[in-house]
Each structure stands twice: as structure tokens, then as C-alpha cells.
């Protein structure tokens, strides 16, 4: 994804998080600066924006190292967030289940423990503690401690969750109803199309990360075959690690899915880049061999070969979207009128018997 793009959508996740963008920078670097990311001259000319914009947080697109960050916060006056940082205060933000609520609670402290001596650098003193080690014990060593103790809880809660959502596959599997998983990148309309297809109460917005829990539906093909479709959480560039790794529980469900359909936001100007983001983020999980179909959604927001939006379902046949072979042969639907949603119910009927098929001629 290029930069300005990249800068584009962190300005988003900005606002989606409820802050007010008020001025950005670009910087191209061959490498990084070791000690405050960004070039000494690029560090002063933001500091200097601030007396125009009067902001109170800096936002990083990257991840900084911890000693980075407490660098750039001495310098810069203001607290100062990465990438990783954001996004995980956004989960924070959406958690609406015990089970999300526990992932992204696991992310935000194997994300805070390496920061612990920053949080207090200015607090290096030497307190007794009853219960503790004893009172030879800091209070960086003391919150370690105790961070360390809460990972390992919730760890032990999570491995639970895991246990429960296999016994329920194992379910689905002696019940012989195959499994479609929406997987795509972030606002790309994965719970639009879930509740275009299954009628179901899906929360759907026009936002990031709108959706952190999976939400499974009965879906009645127009020859009577039924298939679950799952929803999960999506995906984005620079996906912190610590959040795919906590959210492993919910992305099994990916692994045992018999078809992933991969949504794509058609009106995107960074499509061929989340096409390639998501990609790259199923084969970091070990899914790159999973059978994967593409849909184009928002068809409803294209424009014809002539530049006049798309008025009607029988527009969208015209709609010519530059899509990368990753997503060829892709079919263009909206989620939220319904538009192109039979073609799509023949092409999972068509898949969907061409894997029991596979699987039935399978030693």
C-alpha cells in the first residue's frame, strides 16, 4: 500500500478511535532513525506544528520500539501512539463479548509489558510490598509481575474458549452442514453481506473494525442445500502480532471452514493492496491452501465505463473493476440493496458441491 494511501487510513482509524485529525507528515527514509524514527529536522519541523495545530497526540503508521517511543514523547511534549496501539485501542473499543473482551484485553498487555519501563521511568523507586518478593521490589517490577500473572490467567481463559468453539465444530462436522467463513479486509462489508444473505441481526457499519466477535447463520441455498456462514474479524495492513496471535481462537474458525469467501471492497483505491493484506495475512496463519472465493461488494458505489454511478442491479454487469488475478473472475454484488446476491447463491451452491464431491471422493 503506498504511503500517502497508508497515512489515509491511519487518519481513520484516528477518527474511528474519536480523535480529530489536525495535520500529518510524510517522511521517506531508507531506514528508520534508531533513537526517534523520524529524521532530527523531520522531529523539529513537528514539533513546531504543534504551536499551529495545537494537537496533543502523535500518531506513528509504524510500530516504535518502546525506547523510541519514550524518546519521541520527551521530545514531542505529547503522548505519542503507534499503529499497534491504535488498533488496539479500537478492539478495546468493540469487545461486546467475554470472549472478545479477553483477546484483546491478552494483545493490549503482551503489547504494554515490554513498555513497562517508560510508563515509570519517572517513578524508579524502591517500595515495600506485603505479599510481594519482599521490599527489595520495584514498582516496575512489582506491575511486571503482576502483568505477567494476568497474561497467564488469561491465557488459561482463552485455551478454554478454543476448547469449547472445537467441541462446537466437531459438532457441526457429524451434522454434515458445511462451513463458509467471510474473511476481508476491514469495513470491505463482511456483515453486510452475512446479513444479506442469512437475514441475520449482524451489528454492520460504515466503520473499522466494526465487527471483533464471529457471528455464525444458517444460509437455505435455492435447491434447499444449508450451509453455516461465519463472519470474523477483519483484516488490516500491519495487523499487530499480538492481536492475531490472541485472536487465534476465533480465527480456527477459518481452518476448518470448507470455503472461505473473501469480500472485497470494489470501491476501494487501495483494493489490489488489501487483496494482498489479507492474502498474506491467511498464509501467516497457515492458510494460504484453503480454498478461497472472491465477491466485489458495494457494487452500488461504482461507476460505469461512461463515469455515471451505478443506478440499478442491471448496471453492475458494466462496471469494469481493476482487480488483481488474486481476485479474478470475482462477482460483483451490494450487500445492501441485494444486487447480484442470486448469482452469488449459484456460484456457493456450485462451490459448496464441488467440495462435498472432493470430499466424498477423497481415500
Known amino acids: 500500500m503506498a504511503a500517502a494511501e497508508s497515512l489515509r487510513e491511519l487518519g481513520r482509524l484516528a477518527e474511528t478511535a474519536g480523535a480529530s485529525v489536525v495535520g500529518q507528515a510524510l517522511q521517506r527514509r531508507a531506514h528508520p532513525d534508531p533513537a526517534t524514527f523520524v529524521g532530527s529536522g523531520k522531529l523539529r519541523e513537528i514539533q513546531a506544528a504543534r504551536a499551529e495545530t495545537g494537537y496533543s497526540v502523535v500518531l506513528f503508521d509504524e510500530q516504535l520500539a518502546p525506547a523510541q517511543q519514550l524518546r519521541l514523547e520527551s521530545a514531542l511534549d505529547v503522548k505519542v501512539l503507534d499503529r499497534s496501539a491504535l488498533i488496539l485501542d479500537i478492539f478495546a473499543s468493540r469487545a461486546r463479548t467475554r470472549e472478545a473482551a479477553l483477546q484483546v484485553e491478552l494483545a493490549q498487555h503482551e503489547y504494554l509489558l515490554p513498555r513497562l519501563r517508560g510508563q515509570w521511568q519517572h517513578l524508579e523507586r524502591m517500595e515495600g510490598a506485603i505479599g510481594s518478593r519482599g521490599p527489595g521490589e520495584t514498582q516496575l517490577e512489582t506491575d511486571r509481575r503482576l502483568i505477567g500473572q494476568r497474561i497467564a490467567r488469561l491465557k488459561r481463559d482463552i485455551e478454554q474458549v478454543r476448547r469449547q468453539r472445537a467441541l462446537h465444530r466437531r459438532r457441526r462436522t457429524q451434522q454434515g452442514i458445511p462451513v463458509v467463513a467471510l474473511v476481508g479486509y476491514t469495513n470491505a462489508g463482511k456483515s453486510s453481506l452475512l446479513r444479506a444473505l442469512a437475514g441475520a441481526e449482524a451489528y454492520a ?159
Open 205 to 363: 457499519a460504515d466503520e473499522l473494525f466494526a465487527t471483533l466477535d464471529p457471528l455464525t447463520r444458517r444460509v437455505v441455498l435455492p435447491g434447499g442445500e444449508a450451509f453455516l456462514l461465519t463472519d470474523t474479524v477483519g483484516f488490516i495492513q500491519k495487523l499487530p502480532a499480538q492481536l492475531i496471535s490472541a485472536f487465534r481462537a476465533t480465527l480456527e474458525e477459518l481452518a476448518t471452514a470448507d470455503l472461505l469467501l473473501h469480500v472485497v471492497d470494489a470501491t476501494s483505491p487501495a483494493l489490489a493492496a488489501q487483496v494482498a493484506t489479507v492474502l498474506a495475512t491467511l498464509a501467516g496463519l497457515g492458510l494460504a491452501e484453503r480454498r478461497v472465493v472472491a465477491v466485489l461488494n458495494k457494487g452500488d458505489g461504482c461507476v460505469l465505463p461512461d463515469g455515471t454511478p451505478v443506478a440499478s442491479e442491471a448496471d453492475l454487469p458494466r462496471v469494469d473493476v481493476q482487480v488483481p488475478e488474486a481476485a479474478r473472475g470475482a462477482l460483483l454484488v451490494s450487500a445492501l440493496h441485494g444486487w447480484g446476491l442470486d448469482a452469488l447463491r449459484r456460484r456457493l451452491t456450485f462451490e459448496l458441491g464441488s467440495s462435498a464431491t472432493a470430499g466424498a471422493a477423497a481415500p
